[in-house]
């Protein structure tokens, strides 16, 4: 069962002594439930309900164990595991982005674990290297240009994004989003702050537009001609090719995909991932579950359903996905960097101006 976690934020907002409140209900409910079931799992999941379900029927079919899931907003789940502290019901935090993970993990929300399993299934750049989350399926946050204005030869790396050459022509996201952030964050990584802070302060320079609005708005903005090129995560342009929306699926064949760096470090990459909650009630299950999105049969599922990358290459990607270019060159940085990272990135920002 999906629990849709909407409203928690618009009721921190209207009451303020709604963490009271939530405290006492935390309490009761615990003193209610002296005993946790032995076959069940509580997942907190900002992944989206329709995506996860295939996934919760498969392992509940394979396993007999109960999969109960709250849906919500990735910070607003991890500020509500804080909150709740070893009252929590949840045993599993499901999100999206190594940074929210890292941050999960440096709050001390999360448990050390040890799995075989895990560690052979998972590439080590793709989990915790001490244990804490596990990448579970791969995004790639790449270049989508307008075919009609844009020569394939005009593109090349992230760091060509900051020549003059793409004066108001780049169109792209807040500052505040964690999908730039990692990205900044992995530049830092490969080229040093300096040389990341002057590539953020040039790109900046080249918007055709404040940045406004997520992925698909940039996107939109380059079929409809407001710029050239956005940065965006692969798997949105696999919705839109997807969708039952006639619109989107027009604004698709107006897009192209271009991915970076393949003479060098690699196209970026991010995932999603879990961990276990440090205070899990049901850990045995909760690690059985992660071994099991991590399985070849979970795998599939997560390629064909979201357009996204599996992280082995046994997997078969979707043809959808096959049709951009498969395989393409990783950065196969370790993606616990993009949490180090982080602070600066949004430093970085701060000082170039960017929105």
Not at 94 to 114: P, Q, Y
Not at 324 to 343: A, C, I, Q, S, V
Request: net charge positive.
């Amino acid at each position: 069962m999906v629990i849709e976690d909407k409203t928690y934020n618009q009721l921190e907002k209207n009451h303020p002594y709604i963490h009271l409140i939530m405290q006492i209900v935390i309490i009761s409910f615990s003193i209610a439930v002296t005993s946790v079931s032995a076959d069940e799992v509580n997942i907190y999941s900002a992944r989206k309900g329709y995506l996860l379900q295939p996934l919760v029927d498969a392992f509940q079919n394979d396993t007999g164990v109960k999969v109960n899931v709250i849906s919500g907003k990735a910070k607003v789940l991890q500020k509500r595991i804080k909150q709740e502290g070893q009252n929590t019901r949840a045993d599993v935090l499901l999100t999206v982005d190594a940074g929210n993970l890292f941050k999960a993990k440096e709050d001390g929300l999360l448990k050390r674990i040890s799995s075989k399993k895990l560690n052979k299934l998972i590439p080590s750049y793709l989990r915790d290297e001490d244990g804490y989350w596990f990448g579970l399926s791969i995004r790639s946050r790449v270049i989508m240009y307008n075919p009609d204005k844009v020569k394939i030869s005009d593109l090349s790396t992230y760091e060509d994004l900051a020549n003059k050459k793409w004066k108001n022509r780049i169109c792209i996201r807040s500052s505040s989003n964690i999908y730039n952030q990692s990205l900044l964050a992995s530049i830092i990584s490969n080229l040093g702050e300096d040389n990341a802070e002057q590539w953020a302060r040039d790109v900046k320079s080249n918007f055709s537009k404040d940045p406004k609005g997520n992925d698909r708005t940039q996107m939109t903005s380059v079929v409809m001609g407001e710029c050239d090129v956005t940065i965006a995560n692969t798997y949105y342009l696999g919705k839109w090719i997807s969708s039952e929306k006639d619109n989107e699926r027009k604004y698709a064949e107006k897009i192209s995909v271009f991915f970076p760096n393949q003479e060098g470090s690699g196209a970026h990459i991010n995932i999603s991932g879990a961990a276990v909650i440090k205070y899990s009630k049901n850990e045995a299950n909760a690690i059985r579950f992660l071994e099991y999105l991590a399985s070849d049969a979970a795998q599939v599922l997560y390629a064909q359903a979201n357009h996204e990358y599996p992280i082995r290459d046994n997997i078969a990607v979707s043809k959808i996905v096959e049709s951009w270019g498969y395989p393409f060159k990783k950065d196969t940085l370790n993606l616990g960097e993009l949490g180090k990272n982080n602070r600066k990135a949004v430093m970085i920002f701060d000082r170039v101006g960017w929105k």
